[in-house]
């Protein structure tokens, strides 16, 4: 097939890099023009505007936008009065899927057709393929299955789930392959938007367990012996001097807790043990919030993912003021005075 593709970032990219190694032609835009220049050296077809970037697709166009979610709507703006009747635009980036159900409505009273795609990979994707959940109308995904087989793993990625009871319809099933159509307008981001929630959720798992191997040594250390410190009651039982790289790429070989964002944690602390230049500041998107104000319109406690996500926010210093509360509202009642940190 032939599709174009608007955001040429991280992931961007090397989705169209995938897509040309799958034989299909990508007409490729980006306002960096040496982004352009690089994967029109790789075989794509380069724009130096939007206006051009049309003109070289064939209709009816697909377009694929790989953007910030802030950035789309001005896009699909600038975007919808240069398309015709049954073109596609592909929002691939992570897009409240709120916005998709009201986008999907407005272009269609413009003749245009709207498919939210959710897209799980990140820079690994060019290799392993990327993860897919698609919303959207059925026969619009439909014509696009030739670029989502394409970018996905493929069935052979992992062994299919071991079960005498999926039927033969699960079988038949893209899920297999790793991509999956979800439903209507909105069903792609919100699948995605919960599967972040998700990662949220054992990124902290994995980050909070690694934490407590790291203080394992804390009975070695000194401690102060005052008013304003906890004693430690038994330090005998905290003299471990762990090795963390280790550990987790033991927890990688037949442990319960394997999983690819274990891999990922065995890397970085295989390259740096100490994690020597990370701030620990832990930016979110969006779409951890989103899924929190689902389960909330829902009645579902998710109490997991709603920790997770205040844990970034104290990670960006966001609980300063409040913690400062704390410390003022003890020196009222008890005179204490804080200690310095270390």
Known sequence: MQIGMIGLGRMGANMVRRLLRGGHQCVVYDRNVEAIAKLTGEGATGSESLDDFIAKLDRPRA???MIPAALVDATLN????????????????????????????ELKNKNLHYVDVGVSGGVWG??????????????VVRKLDPIFKTLAPGRGSVS?????????SSDASTALEGYLHCGA?????FVKMVHNGIEYGLMAAYAEGFNVLHHANVGKLDHAADAETTPLRHPEHYRYDFNLPDIAEVWRRGSVVASWLLDLTAIA?????TLDGF??????????RWTIDAAIEEGAPVPVLSAALFARFS??????????VLSAMRKQFGGHVEKSHK
Request: hydrophobic share 30%; proline share 4%.
């Open 63 to 65: 377009v694929w936008l």
């Open 185 to 189: 307008a909105g069903a792609g981001h």
């Open 126 to 139: 060019l290799e392993r393929g990327y993860c897919e959940m698609i919303g959207g109308e059925n026969d």
């Open 269 to 273: 602390l295989a390259e740096n043990p």
């Open 279 to 288: 701030s620990g500041r832990v930016a979110d998107s969006g779409e951890g």
């Open 160 to 168: 299919d789930t071991p079960s005498d009871k999926l039927s033969r």
């Open 315 to 324: 990670s960006r210093g966001e609980a300063d003021f409040a913690n400062k």
């Open 78 to 105: 600038e975007l919808a009065p240069k398309l015709e009747a049954d073109d596609i635009l592909i929002d691939g980036g992570n897009s409240h899927y709120i916005d998709d159900i009201r986008r999907a409505v």
